[in-house]
């Protein structure tokens, strides 16, 4: 007997993706799929565990399916994980803190500001888009494209509008367009298959943002951050480096969890060596005092 391939329906806590303006920078945020077990909805903010058990459901369910033949595929989604890491920071948050101090957050305690758990930021939910001007649209003979980082951030709103026109179909609604657009996008013989195949592409497109080699599957490679920082064609290379022997030395792109996201890490005796002008005003004079006062020997100084 042919084995079938089933999925926990998955569906998502908003409509659509959508696009918010914080300052100079635009946030698009997708809200990673939640369970559908037992007429009961995952919240996205519910930083209780009272979803542990909605988990456990869920994979009870795929675990009896792959025992019985009905399904030859058990897959965990990052709304499953993250309740299960959420419930291993409440059980045994200590010895966490001491394998991985980061995850303390300027000794809050277990628990972060607002008693969000730590792990949860091992899972993504919001994405940043830089401003137009940081990603122009190219011209080249008279005809105009598209920036690599627009067309990435394109395809996770179109992956969102996927997973959302397959939940619209497995509630019933089938229209014409829908069927189309899931046609067209999605790969699958059953609603639920095509919902897994939206899902996963969701997480890919995702991942190209920051890694274009993350995303095995699409053909057509746009280069993610890490090519555009890489390599000598890179922007720290060639474009943040000097180019003179006299300005020449190496970088090394290394993930640093002591680190923000905009910060870089040089040895302590290039930071007391290099040197950069700075006009003082009204703005900064007392910290310009204090470095003044450190001397060319203490670090800041």
């Known amino acids: 007997m042919t084995k079938k391939v089933c999925h926990v329906i998955v569906y998502l806590n908003n409509e659509k993706a959508g696009i918010i303006g914080v300052e100079s920078s635009t946030w698009i945020f997708f809200f ?108 080249f003979k008279g005809e105009r494209y598209e920036n690599p980082q627009s067309v990435n951030l394109r395809r996770v709103l179109e992956a969102t509008e996927t997973i959302k026109a397959v939940s619209l179909v497995l509630n019933g609604d089938k229209s014409p367009q829908l069927m189309e657009l899931i046609t067209n996008r999605t790969q699958g013989k059953t609603m639920n298959a095509k919902m897994h195949s939206a899902y996963l592409s969701l997480q890919q497109r995702v991942n190209a943002i920051y890694d274009e080699e993350l995303d095995k599957n699409d053909q057509n490679k746009i280069p993610g951050i890490k090519q555009i920082l890489e390599k000598k064609q890179g922007l720290f290379r060639m474009n943040m480096m000097g180019k003179r022997v006299n300005f020449a030395c190496r970088s090394v792109i290394t993930p640093d969890p002591y680190l923000d996201i905009d910060e870089i890490g040089i040895p302590e005796i290039f930071a007391k060596k290099l040197t950069f002008t700075e006009p003082v005003n009204i703005f900064n004079k007392e910290q310009m005092r204090r470095l003044v006062c450190n001397g060319p020997n203490v670090h800041p100084g």
């Open 32 to 139: 990673p799929s939640s369970l559908y077990f037992d007429k009961k909805t995952a919240l996205l903010n519910d930083v209780g565990y009272g979803n542990m058990e909605m988990a456990e459901g869920a994979l009870e369910l795929q675990m009896r399916a792959v025992q019985s033949g009905a399904c030859e595929k058990l897959a965990w989604r990052a709304a499953e994980i993250r309740e299960h890491f959420r419930l291993l920071y409440k059980n045994e948050g200590k010895l966490l803190l001491k394998l991985f101090p980061m995850l303390n957050d300027e000794g809050v305690g277990y628990f972060t500001a607002g008693g969000l758990c730590p792990l949860d930021g091992l899972f993504c939910e919001l994405i940043m888009v830089p401003p137009t001007k940081f990603r122009p649209i190219r011209l």
